[in-house]
């Protein structure tokens, strides 16, 4: 198997012929350096993945037969659901990509309070595509065959509305807070966790998250970046309750 992993939003099947186009064929050409007849494993985000041959390449093409069909499951038995408060640039972007190798299964972007960016339909709708291409490069790296769930930007308010009799075990990172994360000893298979943004949360939202079955936790006596805290959280749950347990 081709240590090489693309994703493609085209639908994979055995024998069929899959077109890489603009700079996903120039990463393939350029980056990669790969040739005709060289072998790569493609996925679709869908569960499996599939060896495939390079049959032509130009510098703005890639053309490759796919070969069969492969059932390699590595997603995390723990479900979790990372609510994201919004940070700038490259923050962000780590976010998203730590939470993806760490195995999140939905991530949904959430404007707070404090957050310092604001964001409009249009850009929001472009910020959602560019950080769903950060997740599905995360999984090319570290081997997921499904990608996670990058929701539409929402603010925590309307977010909490919409989901207020949601059942299920509900986490927010709070400095001060007296629970710890190795409190939560009850076993669990399913949780949402909320991080905030660069500058937390107000005491309204806390109130809210409270109101809403969000549990506080503490994380040490440290404060932590908001895109360090939402990778030091999963990491932890995972060891608790999930496949680095």
Same mark, same amino acid.
């Given at each position: 198997?081709?240590?090489?992993?693309?994703?493609?939003?085209?639908?994979?099947?055995?024998?069929?012929? #899959?077109?890489?186009?603009?700079?996903?064929?120039?990463?393939?050409?350029?980056?990669?350096?790969?040739?005709?007849?060289?072998?790569?494993?493609?996925?679709?985000?869908?569960?499996?993945?599939?060896?495939?041959?390079?049959?032509?390449?130009?510098?703005?093409?890639?053309?490759?037969? #796919?070969?069969?069909?492969?059932?390699?499951?590595?997603?995390?038995?723990?479900?979790?659901?990372?609510? +994201?408060?919004?940070?700038?640039?490259?923050?962000?972007?780590?976010?998203? +990509?730590?939470?993806?190798? /760490?195995?999140?299964?939905?991530?949904?972007?959430?404007?707070?309070?404090?957050?310092?960016? =604001?964001? =409009?339909?249009?850009?929001?709708?472009?910020?959602?595509?560019?950080?769903?291409?950060?997740?599905?490069?995360?999984?090319?790296?570290?081997?997921?065959?499904? /990608?996670?769930?990058?929701?539409?930007?929402?603010? /925590?308010?309307?977010?909490?509305?919409?989901?207020?009799?949601?059942?299920?075990?509900?986490?927010?990172? +709070?400095?001060?807070?007296?629970?710890? #994360?190795?409190?939560?000893?009850?076993?669990?298979?399913?949780?949402?966790?909320?991080?905030?943004?660069?500058?937390?949360?107000?005491?309204?939202?806390?109130?809210?998250?409270?109101?809403?079955?969000?549990?506080?936790?503490?994380?040490?006596?440290?404060?932590?970046?908001?895109?360090?805290?939402?990778?030091?959280?999963?990491?932890?749950?995972?060891?608790?309750?999930?496949?680095?347990?």
């Amino acid at each position: 198997m081709s240590d090489t992993r693309l994703y493609t939003d085209a639908l994979l099947a055995p024998g069929e012929a #899959v077109a890489l186009h603009d700079d996903r064929a120039r990463y393939v050409s350029r980056v990669l350096r790969l040739r005709p007849d060289d072998v790569v494993t493609l996925f679709d985000g869908r569960g499996a993945e599939y060896p495939a041959r390079i049959t032509a390449l130009s510098k703005d093409r890639v053309l490759l037969t #796919v070969d069969e069909r492969r059932e390699v499951d590595r997603e995390s038995l723990l479900r979790i659901h990372l609510l +994201q408060g919004i940070s700038r640039g490259e923050r962000m972007d780590f976010a998203v +990509q730590k939470a993806t190798e /760490l195995g999140v299964a939905r991530m949904t972007p959430v404007l707070t309070e404090y957050s310092v960016v =604001k964001l =409009k339909e249009k850009r929001a709708q472009k910020k959602t595509q560019h950080w769903q291409a950060i997740a599905a490069s995360a999984c090319e790296q570290c081997g997921r065959n499904v /990608l996670p769930v990058v929701e539409q930007p929402i603010t /925590l308010r309307n977010w909490m509305g919409e989901h207020h009799t949601d059942k299920g075990k509900r986490i927010v990172l +709070q400095p001060g807070a007296n629970t710890a #994360v190795s409190d939560l000893c009850e076993p669990v298979d399913e949780i949402t966790v909320l991080v905030g943004p660069e500058g937390g949360f107000s005491d309204t939202e806390y109130e809210l998250a409270a109101a809403c079955h969000f549990q506080a936790v503490g994380f040490g006596p440290r404060i932590l970046r908001t895109e360090t805290a939402a990778a030091a959280i999963l990491t932890a749950l995972q060891t608790l309750y999930g496949d680095l347990a």
